[in-house]
């Protein structure tokens, strides 16, 4: 009897470890990534500099590149800046925009992407997906998941903690999104792919239940696996969907209707999380979330976040709006605005316990 497998879109390399950029090099060295050593680094201006004064004798043969910002323009800037190199690939060093930047770019000519984040704010450093800021706002645009993830430990400690934060809080969010993708299936026979919402739903898992903080190697380790574990499980389903639910959807209408004061992505998704979990009725699992989120010092509720209650309404409200077609949770229930306004006060008096 033959054997069947299918093929799982990774990275032939994931470093994550203290210590890990100091061995950049020869990762880059790589067959499968760079013989010639000719590589197109893209950086920012500002933390990058000092990135590349580090690591600048480690890599003669590397090209760098300063990105503006995270917009689709400044990607297609660097795509063309790229296109005479004759390069091998190119390293995105940095943030989540420079890496989301460096992901585009690299679809764009055609060249293979190492992803060397420098903090966890969000699972889109492996992903399959670019965000980036737009005329219309913000879109997604698909590419090729980067051929080799590097995270030193070290260099994530020394961003400020708010990125870690926001880390968690996106982690956490796959527990809720992939119960709404099971929620899909039950209702309308969604298709759901189960390798891929048991990848997404056990990173979130090993970040709600690891018992160390934002300083501990240990969940750093953890919190990192995580992101990445999340990226590849994007990949395998060919869609956002293990990491993407009410939560995302909450997120997204704190962004679009309130731009000026919205906060962190992951801040928002790990709210929006707690709370999908607690509409559906799953509230023990509600409150661990909210008490694990509340530990680390991310926000429980919409006033820790400087929003009332009206204007969480109005968010949730708006929410189904931001992914037309996505099922979830908030369509499951088409509540009326009371109906959210009872919802979140109950939730409110269960996280205060």
């Not at 990058?48 to 590397?62: I, N, Q, T, V």
């Not at 966890?120 to 980036?132: F, I, M, Q, R």
């Not at 679009?256 to 801040?267: I, K, M, N, T, V």
Request: hydrophobic share 45%; glycine share 12%; proline share 4%.
């Amino acid at each position: 009897m033959p054997v069947l497998t299918r093929l799982i879109p990774a990275p032939v390399v994931v470093d994550i470890r203290a210590g890990a950029l100091a061995d950049l090099a020869g990762v880059l060295a790589d067959q499968r990534i760079s013989g010639s050593g000719k590589l197109a680094v893209a950086i920012s201006g500002g933390s990058g500099r000092a990135l590349r004064d580090r690591l600048s004798d480690s890599l003669p043969g590397a090209s760098w590149f300063e990105v503006g910002g995270g917009t689709l323009n400044d990607a297609v800037k660097l795509a063309e800046a790229m296109k005479s190199g004759r390069y091998d690939a190119v390293v995105g060093l940095g943030g989540g925009k420079i890496i989301d930047c460096a992901k585009f770019a690299a679809a764009r000519v055609g060249l293979p992407l190492v992803a060397v984040a420098t903090n966890l704010s969000h699972d889109g450093l492996c992903s399959p997906v670019a965000t980036l800021d737009n005329d219309a706002g913000r879109g997604s645009y698909g590419v090729p998941n980067p051929i080799a993830v590097v995270i030193d430990l070290d260099v994530i400690r020394e961003a400020p903690a708010r990125f870690v934060r926001s880390g968690i809080g996106d982690a956490l969010s796959n527990i809720s999104a992939v119960a709404d993708w099971e929620l899909a299936h039950r209702v309308n026979g969604e298709d759901i792919d189960g390798l891929a919402a048991a990848m997404a739903r056990q990173a979130g898992e090993a970040v709600l239940r690891h018992p160390g903080g934002l300083g501990d190697d240990a969940f750093l380790q953890v919190l990192a696996e995580g992101l990445v574990l999340t990226g590849i499980s994007m990949s395998v389903a060919g869609d956002s969907r293990p990491a993407s639910g009410a939560c995302h959807e909450i997120n997204h209408a704190f962004d679009l209707l309130f731009p000026q004061r919205a906060a962190s992505h992951g801040e928002q998704c790990g709210l929006g999380a707690a709370f999908a979990m607690h509409l559906r009725g799953a509230v023990q699992e509600s409150v661990r979330m909210t008490q694990v989120l509340r530990r680390h010092g991310l926000p429980v509720t919409a006033e820790d976040m400087g929003f009332d209650v009206d204007e969480f309404v109005r968010v949730v409200a708006f929410a189904p709006k931001t992914r037309p077609g996505r099922y979830t949770i908030l369509e499951h229930l088409n509540l009326s605005e009371d109906g959210i306004r009872d919802a979140y006060a109950e939730y409110v008096r269960s996280a205060a316990v």
